[in-house]
Nanobody, 124 residues
């Protein structure tokens, strides 16, 4: 059974930091690209950051470049999203997702499995 379990969300003031974690099971994590998406109220879900299976190829949305870092630990089947210098516009539900056959630049429709999401709220 595939499971993606996010943790680390919460409320923080603008300028602060949060580290999201996603624990994966039920599929071969070491050959799977992983992504972090977010959905703000009233907006469509968007890809924030992604990593290829080896962690070498990565993608970042322009709005988070230089502030967010995606990192994976293939020995522990986990992927993290370190979020620094948070802004109010980073508020939303953050989802971890697995892309069995793609790369860090794959589109949202290519993702096969999704977590339940974790809320991030940044107050200004």
């Amino acid at each position: 059974q595939v499971q993606l379990v996010e943790s680390g969300g919460g409320s923080v003031q603008a300028g602060g930091s949060l580290r999201l974690s996603c624990a994966a099971s039920g599929f071969t994590f070491t050959t799977t690209a992983m992504g972090w998406f977010r959905q703000a109220p009233g907006r469509e879900r968007e890809l924030v950051a992604a990593s290829d299976w080896g962690g070498v190829g990565t993608y970042y949305q322009d709005s988070v470049k230089g502030r967010f870092t995606i990192a994976r630990d293939n020995a522990k089947n986990t992927v993290h999203l370190q979020m620094n210098s948070l802004k109010a516009e980073d508020t939303g539900v953050y989802y971890c997702a697995a892309n069995l056959w793609g790369s860090a630049r794959s589109g949202q429709d290519d993702y096969d499995y999704w977590g339940q999401g974790t809320q991030v709220t940044v107050s200004s």
